[in-house]
């Protein structure tokens, strides 16, 4: 039996084998137009995407950025899960996916400063009045109460789709939407208990992961994503790779999700890759995504160590059996 065909335990639950289909934004130029619909509805095109990859082997799927507040949106097409009229859709998409012999899971986002204005009202948020990039607007800063009414936008819509039959639950803290902006000592010129220190640019995240494991209890997987290689003009480096995994850790993660722009590619001027730096310093799986295309590509990563799973995001797109290529290929 290969590396990949290996099961491995997240928490709460138990992968068949070590293949994820990582969040996605549908909106890509390779993702169906007819899978998008005008709001964010579940159609029937949406649920056979996603179960198709199931089908085909892959142990865990995990449902694209998925918006909890309406403050927060960041595409029109774009799932949500703010509001109970979106149950019923999620419910049928979570099924669908546990019929097909896959861990159904969903990552929750805020986009922040990132967000689309014309959708949020014309107002974006983040923790200081810093804008994403040149041209964007500057967003308002969150005041202490701001934040934790976005903390509880993350615990409802946790417990939405939890109750929806999603199993494995990831935060987006990653590619600068609201959680990652926290933690960029770039964006967050913060002086309060929400700034300063990167634990307490985490505090955002760190309340909503230990809020999540009262909440949830041991039935569900609960973890972030973070994408560190984003961070490398904010002065990150291993040192901090190692104090956010540690952070999260600490608040109960059951995972972590670390997404690069290439898994094999070495980092920080070392000889070893981001993920193996991770797994080091990490005592729960590292799911890893980044440019991952061959069933062979995925053998090396967990052979050499670079992560615990392998997440393949557009050679899955382009090829919805490729867990069922993959797993033959290396049996």
């Known amino acids: 039996m290969s590396l990949l065909q290996t099961p491995v335990q997240v ?38 995407h996603y179960a198709q990859r199931a089908r085909a082997g892959t142990a865990l799927i995990i449902v694209e950025a998925t918006c909890v507040d309406p403050a927060g949106r960041v595409w029109r097409q774009g799932l949500n899960a703010y509001d109970d009229s979106y149950t019923a859709g999620l419910a049928q998409l979570a099924s669908a996916i546990a019929d097909a012999g896959a861990v159904p899971g969903i990552q929750l986002v805020h986009g922040g400063p990132q967000a689309d204005a014309a959708l949020c009202g014309g107002i974006t948020y983040g923790p200081s009045e810093v804008a994403p990039s040149v041209g964007q607007p500057e967003p308002i800063a969150l005041s ?53 220190s990167l634990e307490n640019r985490m505090r ?24 560190v290689f984003t961070h490398i003009a904010d002065g990150f480096g291993e040192p901090e790779l190692r ?24 980092a920080f001027g070392t000889s070893r890759t981001m993920g193996q730096m991770a797994r080091a310093a990490a005592h729960v799986p590292i799911i890893v995504a ?26 899955m797109l382009q090829d919805p059996r490729w867990a069922e290529k993959a797993l033959a290929a290396t049996d």
């Open 11 to 48: 928490g709460a639950v138990q992968l068949r084998n070590r293949i994820a289909m990582p969040p996605m934004v549908r909106l890509a130029p390779h993702v169906s137009p007819e899978l998008a619909g005008n709001n964010g509805e579940f159609s029937d095109a949406l649920i056979e």
């Open 144 to 196: 202490p109460q701001g934040i934790l009414e976005v903390e509880q936008r993350f615990l409802d819509a946790a417990l939405r789709v939890a109750s929806a039959g999603f199993r494995f639950i990831e935060l987006h803290a990653a590619h600068g939407y609201l959680l990652d902006s926290f933690i960029s000592p770039i964006r967050n010129h913060r002086t309060d208990a929400f700034g300063g």
């Open 243 to 266: 104090s956010m995994i540690q952070i999260l850790e600490q608040a109960g993660s059951d995972f972590v999700d670390l997404s690069m722009d290439r898994v094999l590619r070495n």
């Open 290 to 315: 980044g440019e991952i295309k061959t069933p062979e590509e995925a053998e090396r990563v967990l052979a050499e160590g670079h992560g615990d799973v392998v997440a393949v995001g557009r050679a």
């Open 204 to 227: 955002i995240i760190t309340d909503i992961l230990l809020r999540l494991k009262v909440l949830l209890g041991n039935a569900t997987a609960v973890g972030a994503r973070i994408s």
